[in-house]
């Protein structure tokens, strides 16, 4: 039968157009909501997680809309076959009329025909169509083929007449009936409608669930780092501000903890910088008037000279050499008062009656019960500051000595700072050039040997907890008194002679020296010594530093 053969003006049309222009429409919609509440990650995880199950719902609807148009040709089917059996039963000629149409109203066809052996037979018929757009065969199901039959039907224009091909009864190849595609289109539009609004109550279901649990995991934890870190910012002195780690383990937990830490060491860097600045500001303004002080006080200690007591004649000079020192140092800054201090002006001296003038000058401290012993040989000579180092002698004895007289000396040893100085020789390449040195003559003069200078005392040592801030400005130990600036101000200085101060760990008990070792804290000076024409020209380049002709600028090694 022609009748049953598909035309070639009823081909399927373009699947995938209409999704396309669903994503076009979808992308402008996104975007105007993007412009209009875009000012969250709240509301856009939400429109996310609503945009991904619609995506999910997308891909599930055409294979349940394929799904349902077969299952409604089908059950016509069913009720067709269920006709063709009381019709082939019927006697010829013998169905009333009415039954036919009433046979055809159930399985709203126009025409069932039955093919038996190759013979084809008009089981019903009411009004026959003047051609058939369409025929579908359902004997040979295909899942692709039915989703493009699918859109062809939702695509196609309305009015057509399809021919439906399925098994036959008792036998037979096919049994067809021949129908207005109108109610399987109705059927098909109501049933994507019911589905829309089914996935649109679950995207809302899920996209919430899913942002809420978003929210609380993730939002809710990076918004307290966030409101944490503007509000710090606002304030960063402020330790009151430093954020509470919530001690959990995920990633956000591991960030909070390392937020934290910053923080308090910022607050401490900057309380830490006020409190210079403060110091700086309190320093000159003191420096103004003990300057004052100090030159009335060096008038009145001319008229020492003319006293005839022997004590008085021998502590005269000394008195008159500490007033001009500290004169000449209320002139300048102190040493954390200044980005950069003084270059030394180095020449070369002998170590030990610098060692006892300091020596001398703590001894007249109050409290002095502690004895200062210098074992300086007397043919050691440096190559430096003496003003300097005078400062840097006289900070590491009483740092030992103010030790001494608040925790006492360690068990059997008695109270005392002893200061011990040695020369070693420097290690050399295979040129025979020693190894040059940073500070004041890095690059200028190699040094010939090196002076290493120990001041020890017999106190508790160092606390190992306190060795690593040892050298950092206001650090200080439990004693009371102390300001945290002495050993700061002391590896500053010997550190611009292109040395080193450090603490030198304590002495093994198997070490060959163990038991002749004091027990407490010692300090190691490192100088480098300059002997012949390197001698000569550091104390050139000093010269030009101290004038602003040479160099000039302390150099840390």
Known sequence: MSDFAMPPNAQPNAVGAPGETANAASAGIAQKTRRRFGFGLAKRVLLLNIGFVMLAATMIYLPAISIYRENWLRNRLSAAYTAALVLEAAPSAMVPPDLSRQLLASVRARVIVLDMHGAKRILASSDLPPAVDAVYDLRQPSLGVSMAHAIETMLAPRGRVITILGAAPMGGESVAITMDEGPLRQGMEDYSKRLLVMTLVMSAIVASLATIAFNIMVLRPVRRLTTNITQFGADPENAARIITPSGRNHEIGQAEAALAIMQESLVREL????????????????????????????????????????????????????????????????????????????????????????????????GGAVEIVNDVPADVEIVADAEQMFRVFVNLLRNGAEALQNAGPAPGWPAQVRIRARRQSVARDDNGAAARTGGLAAGKASPSARIVIEVADTGPGVPPAARPKLFSAFFTSDRAGGTGLGLVIASDLVRAHGGALTLAPPVRADAPDAETAPPGARFLIDLPFYGGADGDAAQGLSKGASTGQGAGQVVSS
């Open 271 to 366: 309380n830490q910088k006020k409190h210079l600045a403060a110091l700086g500001l309190a320093v000159a303004k003191i420096n103004h008037d003990m300057r004052n002080m100090l030159a009335s006080a060096q008038l009145l200690s001319d008229r020492l000279a003319n006293v005839t007591d022997p004590l008085a004649q021998r502590l005269a000079p000394k008195l008159v050499a500490t007033l001009d020192r500290a004169i000449r140092f209320c002139q300048a800054t102190m040493t954390y008062g200044r980005a950069i201090d003084e270059p030394p002006r180095l020449r070369r001296f002998a170590l030990r009656p610098l060692v006892e003038e300091a020596a001398e000058s703590i001894a007249l401290q109050p």
